[in-house]
């Protein structure tokens, strides 16, 4: 006769186990190795990012995050992947309350985010800022706003849901992995989704706005002083003033919590995806709608 190592779970403390759950994968992913792997490919893309240009360095930093979103990501589908491993009839949780411990597990990785932004952002305020334009019209103490250095953050958890997702529907986690890694890279392309709709659309949102101000034969001494600039160049034929919107950076973060929101309910059946997936959808309109309102 055989003795089962599952504990049975008293009626009424399946919350319990699931945040003992949840401890368990978070610590299992801060483990894995696909994270701080990505941490290191940001830190060495941060480091080299090309400042030749009017925004470089302000449009790459947020840019370089991506390999750490990939890391978190495939850290997601190892962690989903065991849910196709076969549990006993009386194991202390179910399916769903498995996977969505797995979903709070994740929250490590949201965390390890957030302490990597607070530390650039530390960094910038020590190091006085970005430069930002060009002159007649530039500063060399650009930083970033709240909102946009709650994006990364927020990001985070929209690639634990994403990777969740990923290898929920494929099924197969190399699969899931290669799919990711195509993914992110097409993402970290963020001059292809930076046109007025894409924008609004893409989870990666990159600020300074392009205004076109006037040709390129404008006297740039004639806009206002306190206007940052591009001038005419390889990649536009217009004089072009840079905007920063806080504004659009905050409606983004709510389409961000949409994403996040529709990928869980992917994962996570019975009246959680119901409400997900409304909630989701709705949140995702109206965060549209707000950029669309502001952006400049």
């Keep these: 006769m055989t003795t089962s190592l599952i504990t049975p779970v008293r009626p009424g403390s399946t919350g319990a186990a699931t945040v003992q759950l949840a401890l368990v994968e978070g610590r299992r992913m801060l483990r894995n190795p696909a994270p701080w792997l990505g941490l290191l490919l940001s830190i060495l893309y941060a480091a080299n990012l090309d400042g030749s240009w009017a925004s470089g360095r302000y449009e790459g930093l947020p840019v370089s995050i991506a390999p750490l979103m990939l890391g ?5 589908v190892g962690a989903f992947a065991r849910e ?22 994740g929250l490590t990785l949201v965390a390890l985010t957030a302490a990597v932004v ?5 960094w910038l305020r020590v190091t006085d800022g970005l430069a930002l334009g060009d002159e007649p019209g530039a500063t060399a103490h650009a930083h ?4 946009e250095l709650l994006q990364p953050v927020l990001l985070a958890a929209f690639a634990v849901a994403l990777g969740a997702a990923a290898v929920h529907v494929v099924r197969q986690p190399l699969v899931a992995a290669i799919g990711l890694f195509v993914y992110w890279f097409l993402i970290s392309t963020y001059w292809l989704f930076n046109g007025a709709v894409l924008r609004w ?3 990666l949102q990159v600020q300074p706005v392009y205004v076109e101000v006037g040709p390129p034969d404008t006297d740039p001494t004639t806009f206002p002083y306190d206007w940052l600039l591009a001038q005419p160049g390889d990649y536009q034929d217009y004089w072009a003033r840079l905007v920063v919107s806080p504004s659009l950076a905050a409606s983004h973060d709510l389409y961000l919590v949409a994403l996040t929101a529709l990928l869980a309910a992917v994962v996570l059946p019975g009246p959680w995806r119901r409400w997900l997936v409304a909630g989701g959808l709705t949140l995702a309109a109206l965060a549209v709608g707000l950029q669309m309102t502001v952006t400049p």
């Design 118 to 122: 607070v530390g650039a952002a530390t």
């Design 72 to 76: 978190i990501s495939v850290a997601a």
């Design 201 to 203: 659309l893409t989870p």
């Design 84 to 105: 196709r491993v076969p549990v006993a009839d009386d194991a202390p949780l179910g399916a769903s309350r498995r996977n969505l411990a797995r979903l709070l597990g």
């Design 144 to 147: 970033f706003s709240a909102p």
